[in-house]
């Protein structure tokens, strides 16, 4: 993945499925069900990330056009690059570094269901939640529990 390529996917000037094609022809195949994702990084500036850039890979994720799995390598690309950034003070930053790291780690927060995207998106739109909270994170983990799964608690 080209982090141009992303921002310019951010900034409408290409189309999600030409992010797409671009993403997928960047992935190298490494063993029989895995692949890899190198990640070529802009080095001088920085993009900020808005809670209308997140807005926008919800429409995408709820129409179908990405799917969750692009959207956790979106949010590991934000978290581990120096290019993207946002401002974890403001109100608005504080709700986006939340839903970012929730994307990142959907093993140990919210599960990357349409249902949450949904959710996500109302919370980014209102910045109002009354759907992620520590009590939906522990019937989570003791519905894995009470499955038999083991879950990160």
């Given at each position: 993945?080209?982090?141009?390529?992303?921002?310019?996917?951010?900034?409408?000037?290409?189309?999600?499925?030409e992010?797409?094609?671009?993403?997928?022809?960047?992935?190298?195949?490494?063993?029989?069900?895995?692949?890899?994702?190198?990640?070529e990084?802009?080095?001088?500036?920085?993009?900020?990330?808005?809670?209308?850039?997140?807005?926008?890979?919800?429409?995408?994720?709820?129409?179908?056009?990405?799917?969750?799995?692009?959207?956790?390598?979106?949010?590991?690309?934000?978290?581990?690059?120096?290019?993207?950034?946002?401002?974890?003070?403001?109100?608005?930053?504080?709700?986006?570094?939340?839903?970012?790291?929730?994307?990142?780690?959907?093993?140990?927060?919210?599960?990357?269901?349409?249902?949450?995207?949904?959710?996500?998106?109302?919370?980014?739109?209102?910045g109002?939640?009354?759907?992620?909270?520590?009590?939906?994170?522990?019937?989570?983990?003791?519905?894995?529990?009470?499955?038999?799964?083991?879950?990160?608690?």
């Amino acid at each position: 993945m080209r982090e141009q390529k992303l921002k310019e996917y951010l900034e409408n000037s290409l189309t999600v499925e030409e992010f797409m094609l671009d993403w997928k022809t960047s992935q190298q195949k490494i063993g029989y069900e895995t692949s890899s994702f190198p990640i070529e990084q802009i080095e001088d500036g920085e993009f900020e990330i808005t809670k209308d850039h997140l807005i926008k890979i919800c429409n995408d994720l709820l129409n179908e056009n990405l799917q969750a799995f692009d959207v956790q390598t979106i949010a590991f690309v934000f978290i581990s690059s120096i290019y993207f950034t946002w401002d974890g003070q403001s109100q608005d930053g504080k709700i986006i570094s939340e839903i970012i790291f929730n994307w990142d780690n959907p093993t140990i927060g919210f599960d990357l269901t349409k249902e949450n995207f949904e959710h996500w998106k109302k919370y980014l739109e209102t910045g109002k939640t009354d759907y992620f909270t520590k009590e939906a994170l522990k019937r989570k983990f003791r519905g894995l529990k009470k499955n038999g799964l083991r879950g990160n608690s």
